[in-house]
T-cell receptor
Framework: EAGVTQFPSHSVIEKGQTVTLRCDPI?????LYWYRRVMGKEIKFLLH????????ESGMPNNRFLAERTGGTYSTLKVQPAELEDSGVYFC???????????FGNGTRLTVT | GNSVTQMEGPVTLSEEAFLTINCTYT??????LFWYVQYPGEGLQLLLK?????DKGSNKGFEATYRKETTSFHLEKGSVQVSDSAVYFC??????????FGRGTSLIVHP
């Protein structure tokens, strides 16, 4: 079975530009999560989808971040316009729900200059 | 709110040394506790978990015991290998099954 895949693996953009990150969860996993890790700090929860619905978006830092999961399959996370403090590694994870383990992608390293 | 505190890294050890990575938590209730591991160039993967007090999680020679009295879940391994070099994250869930993570502890094992 294919794991969680994220694209791109790295992105370097200038402040003010737009970036879209993509996550393809494991097939059949209704639950999809986005997390972010700023250098050396905690992995912070951003939001949680169940199928195409946002179950919890309490971790989204501000309205420059927009996450979608049309059709309940892959998800995108758009940052517009990007700021310097948005730099970090963005992780996506999926699960079957309940207390089943989360399966993480390799992350997208975003650098805003 | 809920939080997880891990010891600062990096932890640098020689092969076959004993490993302890400390983790303590704060939670309003009785969480489930987890250790995740991130090998270089890969995503996080679940290493072990414990769902109630005094439970011991174990996997790949790693162990951690859920200590309610000290709100701790320290990770241990009796003899580390170079291949154990990775970043280790302690995490908890409470109610919603969405993990709250610590900041990670980097482990470097030298031959």
């Amino acid at each position: 079975e294919a794991g969680v895949t994220q694209f791109p693996s790295h992105s370097v953009i200038e402040k003010g530009q737009t970036v879209t990150l993509r996550c393809d969860p494991i097939s059949g996993h209704d639950n999809l999560y986005w997390y972010r890790r700023v250098m050396g700090k905690e992995i912070k929860f951003l939001l949680h989808f169940v199928k195409e619905s946002k179950q919890d978006e309490s971790g989204m830092p501000n309205n420059r971040f927009l996450a979608e999961r049309t059709g309940g399959t892959y998800s995108t996370l758009k940052v517009q316009p990007a700021e310097l403090e948005d730099s970090g590694v963005y992780f996506c994870a999926s699960s079957q729900g309940g207390d089943s383990p989360l399966h993480f992608g390799n992350g997208t390293r975003l650098t805003v200059t | 709110g809920n939080s997880v505190t891990q010891m600062e890294g990096p932890v640098t050890l020689s092969e076959e040394a004993f490993l302890t990575i400390n983790c303590t938590y704060t939670a309003t209730g009785y969480p489930s506790l987890f250790w995740y591991v991130q090998y270089p160039g890969e995503g996080l993967q679940l290493l072990l978990k414990a769902t109630k007090a005094d439970d011991k999680g174990s996997n790949k020679g790693f162990e951690a015991t859920y200590r309610k009295e000290t709100t701790s879940f320290h990770l241990e391994k009796g003899s580390v290998q170079v291949s154990d070099s990775a970043v280790y994250f302690c995490a908890l869930t409470l109610g919603s099954y969405i993990p709250t993570f610590g900041r990670g502890t980097s482990l470097i094992v030298h031959p």
